[in-house]
């Protein structure tokens, strides 16, 4: 069981688009989960999608340690999402970093 003194590192990602281009957005985050996973330093990377709210996507992520995120976000696979995702998000990503309180 995890505690507060876990020093593995958690994001979460929200990702918004239209619902007109939801599909096309799924279409690349869905190819990146499996090349994100093999990344040094992951544990966990899930992909989530809002069934209340199309176009509404959520990734939750594990990593070792705050090194392994910057090293997964300076990847030419986010570089070139971040070309994507800047056509097709309505707003920009919301990225939270969290503890594990209990």
């Not at 996973?37 to 594990?62: K, M, S, W």
Request: glycine share 2%; net charge negative; with cysteine.
């Amino acid at each position: 069981m995890q505690t507060q003194s876990d020093s593995r590192f958690r994001t979460v990602a929200i990702l918004k688009t239209r619902p007109e281009n939801a599909a096309e957005l799924r279409e690349h985050l869905l190819a990146l989960v499996d090349p994100s996973r093999q990344d040094e330093g992951c544990i966990t990377y899930i992909l989530h999608e809002a069934i209340n709210r199309p176009g509404v996507f959520v990734f939750y992520e594990g990593w070792e340690d705050e090194a392994a995120i910057d090293a997964h976000i300076a990847t030419d696979k986010l570089q070139r999402l971040k070309e994507i995702t800047d056509r097709l998000l309505i707003e920009p990503e919301d990225i939270y970093y969290m503890n594990i309180l209990k």
